[in-house]
């Protein structure tokens, strides 16, 4: 039987994990067998760099964490090895991210299932949720939109001046 401080020390890393994944506006659970040591490095840095919290945890640990919350249907899919990829920003960014790496890894890495905003996600729903345009190209595209439509407002009223002025010279003549 575990001692007392070692079950106080769980408890706390359970009670933490629980607060992580309840402040997270998006997550990825994920099957990391047959990942190297260069390859583990490269996906953490990349995750870090999108602001995606990624972490090995124990399936014991992430199931206690999960009971009682929305994401309690992640359990069924906490088998074999488990890492757990977190947002807290950007909903879109680890899914993304953990479905290219998967899809490059060839069957050594694979999705589990995820979660977002309040729902469970399959594999396929985060696989779908990876193929989603990021933030930053939504911010681009209705950027273009926007641009688009005052570019023909402006030349819309630059050829009214136009013709007002040459109306005008018409007059005068």
């Known amino acids: 039987m575990a001692s007392e401080k070692i079950l106080l020390e769980k408890q706390a890393y359970v009670a933490q994990l629980k607060e992580k994944i309840g402040a997270s506006v998006a997550g990825v ?17 990349e995750l870090r760099e999108a602001g995606v919290e990624y972490k090995v945890i124990k399936n014991t640990m992430l199931r206690l964490a999960l009971n009682g919350t929305d994401y309690e249907g992640l359990s069924e899919h906490l088998s074999n090895t488990t890492a757990l990829a977190v947002s807290a920003e950007d909903p879109i960014a680890a899914a993304k991210i953990l479905n290219k790496y ?8 694979s999705l589990k299932a995820g979660f977002m905003e ?3 996600l ?8 990876a193929t989603l345009p990021g933030r930053e190209e939504l911010l681009c595209m209705l950027c273009s939109a926007l641009n688009g439509n005052i570019r023909g407002l402006a030349v819309a009223l630059n050829a009214i001046a136009e013709k007002g002025e040459g109306e005008g010279e018409a007059a005068a003549e």
């Open 29 to 45: 659970l994920v099957d990391y067998k047959g990942i190297n040591v260069a390859d583990d490095t490269k996906l953490r840095k």
């Open 102 to 109: 998967a899809e490059a890894s060839k069957g050594k890495f």
């Open 118 to 120: 309040g729902k469970v």
């Open 122 to 129: 399959d594999e396929a729903g985060v696989k779908q949720i």
